[in-house]
């Protein structure tokens, strides 16, 4: 049976780094970041489709679903507001079914966790949050934050879930073997995959990339990209499955919806499968990506290489 997660019991086992500095600042709590604000978006209205590509599903179908999962990978598009809406909406309407649930976060690094913790548990308030967590107008997303305070307003935790970026530059530019190399303090802000990802993912990522390398050292620029985006991967899974494993907490991940795609397609999303493999196959993953450009392009492609359900359990198209 689960126990319920409170805040302070999880953010001392979620502490990472030293208390930053909270010089105070001018910023304001923005009103629209309050949770269940009203901008005259009906998130529970739009279209659903379901990643089996069996039709669509309507918003409650998808809350049953996802209210007893394990673990929740969210994958949105970044700044878009709509899809940042509908993500939290439906985190709002999850923390309402399920006591357990706490957030996990792509835009918040590991060694910012002390800034989110003060905030969450009063030590600090918004402004000398958004100064010790270095939230600026481009990482502090209405909705991201919304969900922020429904945490601190339900006494739930919030994992700062990604490696600190000048790692993953290290890793790009030096290897893994450079961050080896760093002091065991150093390592608490990052996980060491053990190998580069291989498989659909890995070829989508290649081909994705092959037009920003130059001629020469193209694979090696390539293949250090790589080892970023794969550092990010495991970081994210390892900071996700500790919880479920420590508290049996279940979580709710919001990340980039190119770490999620395809996630039910193994090999088609390393930080699922990372995810897996440190809880074990009979964990229950759900899943939801949001998509700008039309979803039946993304239900189409899994649909000729006649594999359901390889994308997402949901896929939700909202144009801009």
């Known amino acids: 049976m689960h126990r319920i997660i409170t805040t302070a019991i999880a953010l001392a086992a979620f502490t990472l780094t030293g208390c930053e500095t909270t010089q105070s600042t001018n910023a304001v709590f923005p009103e629209a970041a309050t949770p269940g604000y009203d901008d005259g978006f009906d998130a529970t209205a739009v279209t659903i489709h379901k990643g089996d590509v069996s039709g669509t599903a309507t918003f409650q179908d998808m809350i049953d679903d996802l209210a007893d999962a394990d673990v929740i990978l969210v994958g949105e598009m970044h700044g878009h507001t709509k899809g940042l809406d509908f993500i939290a909406t439906t985190f709002e309407a999850l923390v309402e079914r399920n006591e357990n649930l706490i ?58 879930a990604n490696s600190p970026r000048r790692y993953t530059t290290m890793a790009r530019k030096q290897g893994y073997e450079a961050l080896a190399n760093l002091s065991q303090e150093q390592q608490r802000n990052f996980e060491i995959p053990r190998q580069l990802p291989v498989g659909y993912y890995a070829d989508t990522f290649r ?48 990340v980039g919806h190119f770490h999620v ?28 990506v949001i998509h700008g450009s039309d979803a039946t392009s993304v239900l189409s492609d899994d649909a000729q290489n006649d594999e359901k359900s390889a994308a997402a359990n949901y896929i939700i198209y909202l144009p801009h």
């Open 207 to 254: 081909g994705f990339m092959s037009g920003m390398a130059g001629h020469d050292d193209s694979e090696e620029i390539i293949n250090g990209f790589l080892r970023s985006q794969s550092l990010w991967d495991q970081t994210m899974a390892a900071s996700v499955a500790r919880p479920v494993l420590q508290y049996n907490a279940d979580v709710f991940h919001v």
């Open 103 to 160: 957030l996990s976060m792509e835009f918040y690094e590991r060694d910012q966790q002390n800034a989110l913790d003060d905030y969450l548990t009063g030590v600090t308030d918004y402004a000398k949050f958004v100064k010790a967590a270095n939230r600026n107008k481009g990482n502090n997303a209405i909705g991201h934050l919304r969900m922020v305070q429904l945490c601190k307003e339900n006494g739930r935790a919030v994992i700062a």
């Open 261 to 288: 795609d395809n996630n039910m397609r193994k090999g088609g999303s390393p930080m699922t499968d990372a995810i897996r493999d440190r809880l074990g196959d009979n964990v229950k993953i759900r899943s939801f």
